[in-house]
């Protein structure tokens, strides 16, 4: 049965684009980004922000001319945490992974056909990789995060999305090809985790390893990210096995299945 398009559902997608793009960073975005990453037009733009502010969802910064999150959204940010703690859940495995390491640990939730950054824990190296932050998105299957995820989703969903692949992964299409991606996705069918060798950013590398839901389904990641010489090929297994060990109890805190959800589909 064909669905009847709701009344007003295009202002809503375009209203929800555009508090994702603002929501990026916790600098905002200046108005002519927010133009060209929405593909919406110069007026059409400036007349949602000003109503998004007149409603306190967004805040216009003087002094740097961006668009930031508002209060509201601050408010919303505090009573929706009450129902996904993962905070408390996640945060003393990211503690854990960076005094172990020394490296930058993220933990990434899955939204759609993205991964977004949820928390993020200094590690002591002090050379470090700027290239994740809480809010930033990725194409689900690009970086450590959405490679972990993608491995561990049905066969007939990765194949979705690789049957898109340009479309789907935009900017990082061009150092994520097709057959790279496939090859990346075996690798960490195999070995249980990720690793991106500077795909993202040359010479910021990565690794990741998926947690499971109640279902078996990958539905959030755990990653390190530092320079490329943090991440030799005799230092992945130890690193990988952190990941894993903390990805499991995390999984298993949430009443994910002993397997963690780790069977070839």
């Given at each position: 049965m064909a669905s009847t398009p709701v009344q007003g559902a295009q202002v809503v997608a375009r209203i929800a684009g555009l508090l994702r793009l603002v929501g990026r960073s916790a600098e905002g975005m200046?108005?002519?980004v927010l133009v060209r990453e929405s593909g919406l037009t110069r007026p059409t733009v400036?007349?949602?922000l000003t109503s998004l502010a007149a409603e306190g969802l967004l805040d216009h910064d003087p002094a740097t001319g961006n668009w930031v999150l508002g209060p509201e959204i601050l408010l919303m940010g505090s009573v929706a945490s009450a129902r996904f703690p993962m905070e408390d859940i996640a945060r003393p495995s990211l503690r854990r992974l960076a005094q172990a390491t020394g490296e930058s640990?993220?933990?990434s939730?899955?939204?759609g056909a993205e991964t977004v950054c949820l928390l993020r824990e200094e590690g002591s190296f002090p050379v470090r990789s700027f290239v994740l932050h809480e809010g930033v998105r990725f194409p689900l299957g690009v970086a450590s995060a959405g490679t972990a995820i993608l491995a561990f989703l049905p066969r007939s969903e990765q194949e979705e999305l690789l049957a898109r692949w340009p479309e789907h992964a935009g900017a990082f299409a061009a150092n994520h090809t097709v057959d790279l991606v496939r090859k990346n996705l075996a690798r960490t069918?195999?070995?249980g985790y990720s690793v991106n060798p500077g795909l993202v950013l040359e010479g910021s590398w990565g690794m990741g390893a998926a947690v499971f839901d109640r279902s078996g389904r990958p539905a959030w990641a755990l990653s390190l990210t530092g320079i490329e010489p943090r991440f030799k090929r005799e230092r992945q297994e130890e690193l990988g096995g952190l990941l894993m060990a903390e990805a499991h109890r995390i999984t298993q805190?949430?009443?994910g299945g002993a397997d963690g959800g780790r069977?070839?589909?």
């Open positions: 200046p108005p002519a400036h007349r949602l640990a993220f933990f939730i899955r939204r069918r195999f070995a805190q949430l009443g069977r070839t589909r």
